[in-house]
């Protein structure tokens, strides 16, 4: 008796437990969903039912209307030409650091690399006015170079930190073999080194524009003008400007979710195997 | 035979020039002046005045900073004690249970719901939760209406006694996935045989979770601890957006004080020393993570 009833059991509490967590989920995911069905509401109906009653319709004047209002197409320009060219430069930057540290193995490297992850971790703040001061005294004041320059630093920081790691363990007898046939420095790192890193470069790459994408406080400083902010800067100097009614402000949270959340879909095996790899954020 | 070796391992050093440029104009001489401006009065326009220490006098004795000092260390609870233990707790849990009895594409899909609040901007994350707790028309003051408890609608963000408990539910919100994805992963690395050994020695779930899990993954969990303390000392986008760090100065945290030195009220130097202040603690932190991973470094390849 007891062991046909036992699975049968069993396999009811594992449902009650499958449940239970999608219910923890599903709190986790509810800012997701109600900002979601509250920006395709109409202020009336939101004021009729609620925020918690799925929409009657799909309604998008609020989400126009923001989209307008904070010229979302510029600011998605804005955001993704810094984030890509920060991208690319802070991955070649990266690159060169570590090559010179991981394979050369050149002297001093461990303290090097010390510097370099404190460069990363040391608080924006103890740098934000003399980069301020350095911005207008050079007149790229409220230019995307600004802090593209800034960020391609300041990722690489990171990127050679990891890179470095990664590179000590490159296979000596490929550097050796190459180098004995007359291979240059430069072509061992342009045929050799970077082709059979592309994974690892990818995955610094994609991190690299998502980390650019949610920077807050350097591009706070950095862009003042409206023409120039990135999603999140014009999301937050927006909020509660204009008398924004309650639909609108759904709407703002709705459209500042929505590209990470696009970046997310696509670049999910890369992230996940980005953060497994280095304790990356 | 030496003389190839070296020649092999020469020429390295042209490809470091271009990174060592560019981290002295934007990271090293920024800091520095930082440094020196931290000694001065200074309003950010005109000569800055060499006044000493003078600054970091009035530091010690300025209660605001102490107090967003303060607000950081109890941020703490939300930033790393909280996502640490629940996020080992979910991670075993997703790890044993899910996995075994649904399989790792159920459990992957957990662990990406879980991670989704990391990916988005913590400032969006701010204006989605300020949306959430607003006190006339937020949700969560609808649904206490909704359930016959108006008594305990309130102005989550504008009030002090709830300021900051409303930033840290934001935060634990924010920060939960994290440590899902890090120590699901480190959960990886622990052979099976072990805990099954332990079963049949008659170990109990929370024993083996205790005396095997948590042993094995502790390098992992001392990461979490370490990076999510530095990320603590960072919150800077979420205070703006939510609360601007008041009402008052109850929900200050030190970049946000930092910051309204610089640009707000002008006190460059005073601001300055403020952030300086913050750049050495991270700096102590800093030395602390790379101790621990050159330490696990060696006994690993021993």
Redesign the interface.
Known sequence: MAPIRHPSVNSVA?WI??IA?SAV?LI??M??I??TINSVKTEAE?GLY???SLPRGLNFTSLIDFWNRVNFTQVLINSTYISLTVAIFGVI?SL??A???G????RGRVW?L?F????N??????????????AKFFHIYDTALSVI??F???Q??FG?YLLSSVFSAFPREL??AA??DGCS?LGL?EYIVAPLSLPTLSVLFVFFF?WT?????LP??LLPSNANQT???A??VN?GQYGMN?TA??A??LL??LP??I??LIF?RT??RG??AG?I? | MKK?TS???Q??????I??II??LI??I???M??LG?SFTAWR?IGAPVWIGLKNFQTLIHDSVFWLSFKNDLILLIAMTVIPTIVGLLLAT?LFD??TS??GQR?SSF???????????????A???????L?PN???VN??LK?VGLSSWTHDWLGSPSTALLAVMVVLV?VQ?G?PV??FM?ALQRIEPEILEAASIDGASWLQKFYYITIHLIRP?IL??VL?TS??T??I??QV??LTGGGPGNVTSV??YY??KQ??ETGQ?GY??A???A??VI??L??ILF?NFQSRQEREESI
């Open positions: 594992k437990v499958l967590l989920l986790v995911l800012p997701f109600l900002v939101f609620g925020p918690l930057l060169l650091n090559f010179a540290l394979v050369g193995k050149i090097i010390v370099f992850l404190m460069a971790f040391l608080p924006q703040e103890a740098l934000a006015y003399p980069l301020y001061y350095f320059l800034v391609t630093v300041i690489s920081a050679t550097i050796e180098t004995l420095k790192l998502i994408w949610n920077e807050f406080f706070l400083i999603v999140p800067l999301m937050a909020q309650i402000q759904s703002s949270g500042g979710m990470c959340l970046f997310f999910q992230l996940t953060i497994t304790g954020k | 190839s020649f092999i391992d020429g390295y050093g042209v490809f470091l271009p990174g560019a981290f934007i990271i001489l920024p800091f002046i930082n401006i950010g849990f249970y899910i009895n649904f159920v957990f662990r990406a719901g879980f991670y989704l609040p990391q990916i988005i901007p913590g400032a969006v701010g204006i989605v939760w300020e949306w959430i607003q028309s937020g949700v609808y649904i909704a919100w939960i994290y994805v890090i992963a992992e990461v979490v990076t530095i990320y000392l960072k800077f986008g703006y957006v030190p970049s930092a910051y610089f640009f460059v601001g300055s403020v952030s300086l913050m750049a991270i700096i932190l800093t790379i």
